[in-house]
C-alpha cells in the first residue's frame, strides 16, 4: 500500500503523469526532479513541502499538455470517511474530514467544524481506498 494516490489534481505530459502543484492562467508548475526530461519547461524551482523538505517543479505551457484530472481519493478511518490529501517526507497521509467535532475529536484530527479537520496516519490505518478520477474539457 506504499503508493497510495493523493487528492488533487494530475497533468498528462507526454504520456505522463504529474502532479499539478499550482499553476496561472496558461502554464501549470509539474511536481518534477530536476534531472526530469521536460522539454517544454520554461522555468525551474523548489516550494516548501514541509519540515525543511521541497517539491521540486517545472512550469510548462498548458498547451503542451495532453489532459488535466482531477482526482478524489478517500478512504475510511476508524469507520469514518476521510479525504486523503498529502504524503509527509515520513510517509504519513495528511487526511482532511468535514464532519461532527465529536467524531473528528475521536479520530485525534486538529481543526474546527468551519474549515474542516486535518490528521497524520499512517497508510496501514486506512481501508476502502476509493479513487474517482474526472477528466477536464
Known amino acids: 500500500m506504499s503508493e497510495v494516490p493523493m487528492t488533487g489534481v494530475l497533468a498528462e505530459y507526454r504520456g505522463r503523469r504529474y502532479r499539478v502543484l499550482f499553476g496561472g492562467d496558461d502554464w501549470v508548475a509539474l511536481q518534477a526532479a530536476a534531472e526530469t526530461a521536460l522539454p517544454d519547461a520554461f522555468a525551474r524551482g523548489e516550494s516548501p513541502a514541509g519540515q525543511g523538505h521541497y517539491?521540486?517543479?517545472?512550469?510548462?505551457?498548458?498547451?503542451?499538455?495532453?489532459?488535466?484530472i482531477d482526482v478524489d481519493v478517500s478512504a475510511t478511518l476508524d469507520g469514518h470517511s476521510v479525504s486523503l490529501r498529502q504524503r509527509s517526507s515520513e510517509g504519513r497521509i495528511r487526511v482532511w474530514f468535514v464532519g461532527p467535532p465529536a467524531v473528528a475529536k475521536e479520530l485525534g484530527l486538529?481543526?474546527?467544524?468551519?474549515?474542516?479537520?486535518?490528521?497524520?496516519?499512517?497508510?496501514?490505518?486506512?481501508?476502502?481506498?476509493?479513487?474517482?478520477?474526472?477528466r477536464r474539457v
Do not use: C
Not at 58 to 64: I, L, N
Not at 117 to 122: A, M, P, Q, R
Open 55 to 68: 517539491n521540486p517543479w517545472a512550469k510548462v505551457p498548458r498547451t503542451a499538455l495532453d489532459g488535466l
Open 110 to 134: 486538529d481543526g474546527d467544524q468551519y474549515m474542516g479537520w486535518t490528521g497524520l496516519f499512517d497508510p496501514s490505518e486506512f481501508e476502502d481506498i476509493h479513487v474517482e478520477e474526472t
